[in-house]
């Protein structure tokens, strides 16, 4: 009997002392996982000239973030009732400063739980802010980076921009390749780069196939905007994929493309903060369309939007970071 108690005594120490080791080894790898992510958020924080006077923009546009009462910005819990994001997507190579390949302005509303996007089409005319010259908005980043970028942006939108994230493209194939290919929605077959895309759910194999599926434009009917599309489609099945992660492999090898492929102003306190305030508003998103003509000027071939389409959208824009 005393045998039987001693047994079942050793047997409960086993069981604790198991569940100690796992309860260290899993906190040793939080740690350690919380100290992977928070270094490559700071390899990537790249703040801009004008961060941290958040409502002044000088001339660049007479819409500030003052503009808006501050009570219908601000709450309680200091954080932001409304936020506007810009991403861009870069094509940058070897020995070359690159160009924007894709831009998108995001507002998201917390008190309205809901997100409103815009994508300009890269050939869209414009006057770039601090340089002066009036050509492709995608030309900005070549001519003054993020900065410039963010500028010009925001005075054709006339909207003011609280963040940036700037993909290299070279860390989109990287993505892909690490989750060994993508599945979307094709909705019309073409052949582009030596591939052969059919129509329905195809599964982009790796990163080189996305890319060409993504880059074709001249072959769609919808031309820039049927390109933003498909780059939005693989980019929401990418990160549905990037959600699944189970290997500590692949999160260390994410980590590192993060780390060699993107720039962002936002330190990791704050993306903490907006995905805990703002995760929910992608439940409910509009995609807005930016209307314009093809016109050809100087050899060159444009994107034309007629002032009252910016200032359609624009509004749009505004009424959505408004308090309801």
Same mark, same amino acid.
């Given at each position: 009997?005393?045998?039987?108690?001693k047994k079942k005594i050793?047997?409960?120490?086993?069981?604790?002392?198991?569940?100690?080791?796992?309860?260290?080894?899993?906190?040793?790898?939080?740690?350690?996982?919380?100290?992977?992510?928070?270094?490559?958020?700071?390899?990537?924080?790249?703040?801009?000239?004008?961060?941290?006077?958040?409502?002044?923009?000088?001339?660049?546009?007479?819409?500030?973030?003052?503009? %808006?009462?501050?009570?219908?910005?601000?709450?309680?819990?200091?954080?932001?009732?409304?936020?506007?994001?810009?991403?861009?997507?870069?094509?940058?190579?070897?020995?070359?400063?690159?160009?924007?390949?894709?831009?998108?302005?995001?507002?998201?509303?917390?008190?309205?739980?809901?997100?409103?996007?815009?994508?300009?089409?890269?050939?869209?005319?414009?006057?770039?802010?601090?340089?002066?010259?009036v050509t492709k908005i995608?030309?900005?980043?070549?001519?003054?980076?993020?900065?410039?970028?963010?500028?010009?942006?925001?005075?054709?939108?006339?909207?003011?921009?609280?963040?940036?994230?700037?993909?290299?493209?070279?860390?989109?194939?990287?993505?892909?390749?690490?989750?060994?290919?993508?599945?979307?929605?094709?909705?019309?077959?073409?052949?582009?780069?030596?591939?052969?895309?059919?129509?329905?759910?195809?599964?982009?194999?790796?990163?080189?196939?996305?890319?060409?599926?993504?880059?074709?434009?001249?072959?769609?009917?919808?031309?820039d905007f049927g390109r933003?599309?498909?780059?939005?489609?693989?980019?929401?099945?990418?990160?549905?994929? %990037?959600?699944?992660?189970?290997?500590?492999?692949?999160?260390?090898? /994410?980590?590192?493309?993060?780390?060699?492929?993107?720039?962002?102003?936002?330190? /990791?306190?704050?993306?903490?903060?907006?995905?805990?305030?703002?995760?929910?508003?992608?439940?409910?998103?509009?995609?807005?369309?930016?209307?314009?003509?093809?016109?050809?000027?100087?050899?060159?071939?444009?994107?034309?939007?007629?002032?009252?389409?910016?200032?359609?959208?624009?509004?749009? /824009?505004?009424?959505?970071?408004?308090?309801?």
């Open positions: 009997m005393k045998m039987t108690r050793l047997k409960r120490k086993r069981v604790w002392l198991i569940f100690i080791i796992l309860f260290f080894s899993v906190c040793g790898w939080l740690f350690y996982m919380y100290s992977e992510v928070r270094n490559t958020v700071d390899s990537v924080y790249t703040p801009l000239e004008e961060d941290g006077l958040m409502g002044h923009h000088d001339e660049k546009s007479s819409f500030q973030l003052q503009d %808006l009462n501050p009570i219908q910005r601000k709450s309680g819990e200091d954080i932001e009732e409304s936020l506007t994001f810009l991403l861009a997507g870069v094509d940058e190579r070897n020995n070359d400063v690159g160009r924007s390949d894709a831009l998108m302005l995001v507002t998201v509303n917390r008190k309205k739980d809901s997100m409103k996007m815009v994508s300009i089409p890269r050939d869209t005319r414009t006057e770039i802010v601090g340089d002066g010259r995608n030309h900005s980043y070549a001519y003054g980076g993020m900065q410039m970028t963010v500028n010009t942006v925001e005075q054709f939108l006339d909207i003011p921009i609280d963040h940036y994230v700037r993909v290299n493209m070279e860390g989109f194939q990287d993505t892909i390749d690490l989750l060994d290919g993508v599945v979307v929605k094709n909705d019309f077959p073409f052949s582009y780069k030596g591939y052969l895309f059919k129509d329905g759910m195809i599964t982009l194999q790796n990163g080189d196939e996305a890319l060409a599926f993504t880059r074709m434009r001249k072959k769609d009917p919808d031309g933003q599309e498909r780059q939005r489609r693989v980019i929401t099945s990418m990160m549905d994929e %990037l959600a699944s992660f189970t290997s500590i492999t692949k999160v260390k090898g /994410l980590l590192d493309i993060v780390s060699n492929n993107v720039a962002t102003n936002m330190k /990791l306190d704050r993306m903490l903060s907006i995905q805990r305030h703002f995760a929910s508003t992608r439940k409910n998103t509009e995609k807005l369309s930016l209307n314009g003509t093809g016109q050809t000027i100087d050899g060159l071939w444009y994107y034309i939007v007629s002032e009252e389409e910016r200032n359609r959208v624009s509004s749009i /824009l505004k009424n959505h970071l408004q308090s309801p």
